[in-house]
T-cell receptor, first 118, second 112 residues
Framework: DVKVTQSSRYLVKRTGEKVFLECVQDMDHENMFWYRQDPGLGLRLIYFSYDVKMKEKGDIPEGYSVSREKKERFSLILESASTNQTSMYLC?????????????????FGSGTRLTVV | AQSVAQPEDQVNVAEGNPLTVKCTYSVSGNPYLFWYVQYPNRGLQFLLKYITGDNLVKGSYGFEAEFNKSQTSFHLKKPSALVSDSALYFCAPGGNDYKLSFGAGTTVTVRA
């Protein structure tokens, strides 16, 4: 099975700190994504990447940056953490999209990192 | 641009009764439709998908969904709900732009 591993389940950081959230997938997926999940708002896309060193802004990129130096690793960076970035962060990966008939496409998600900024 | 609507924030059913979670969508091009489930403090797990072919799609844990092109709907169903089906469910449509869209989800509570 594809595994997407997020380095931390729970994280507490102080306002103004630089925060790194790490995500690693082990099935050679091209696409990787970072979402944040907040009650009542669902999942909102922060950034995604379809290749090494490539990145695209999602719907809410402000206050975040990303890094993809290797195919299997996609890092989310909070340059200066703020309390409004307290959230659940979900990483996902997928093969080439749109999917092909007969192939097992779709996103595979990590378990999430619950970040609290105090 | 694409969007998704799950009109019910919550669905409550008794164990053994049918369960339906509604979803309507809007995508550019051919739709690729997914359902995911999320248990507390966990990531999302894949349930089923529609890519092409038969409009009735069967997935994990006894769930199925019906693709209705004219109504742009992809409702999730289970004939007989279990208490263990209590979770947050997301419908996620995708088009030709590498991305799935996720709404706020529907919380399903199955009472014993």
């Amino acid at each position: 099975d594809v595994k997407v591993t997020q380095s931390s389940r729970y994280l507490v950081k102080r306002t103004g700190e630089k925060v790194f959230l790490e995500c690693v997938q082990d099935m050679d997926h091209e696409n990787m994504f970072w979402y944040r999940q907040d009650p009542g708002l669902g999942l909102r896309l922060i950034y995604f990447s379809y290749d090494v060193k490539m990145k695209e802004k999602g719907d809410i990129p402000e206050g975040y940056s990303v890094s993809r130096e290797k195919k299997e690793r996609f890092s989310l960076i909070l340059e200066s953490a703020s309390t409004n970035q307290t959230s659940m962060y979900l990483c996902a990966s997928s093969l080439i999209f749109p999917p092909l008939v007969g192939a097992d496409y779709g996103y595979t998600f990590g378990s999430g990192t619950r970040l609290t900024v105090v | 641009a694409q969007s998704v609507a799950q009109p019910e924030d919550q669905v409550n059913v008794a164990e053994g009764n049918p369960l339906t979670v509604k979803c309507t969508y809007s995508v550019s091009g051919n739709p690729y439709l997914f359902w995911y489930v999320q248990y507390p403090n966990r990531g999302l797990q894949f349930l089923l998908k529609y890519i092409t072919g038969d409009n009735l799609v069967k997935g994990s844990y006894g769930f199925e969904a019906e693709f209705n092109k004219s109504q742009t709907s992809f409702h999730l169903k289970k004939p007989s709900a279990l208490v263990s089906d209590s979770a947050l469910y997301f419908c996620a449509p995708g088009g030709n732009d590498y991305k799935l869209s996720f709404g706020a989800g529907t919380t399903v509570t199955v009472r014993a």
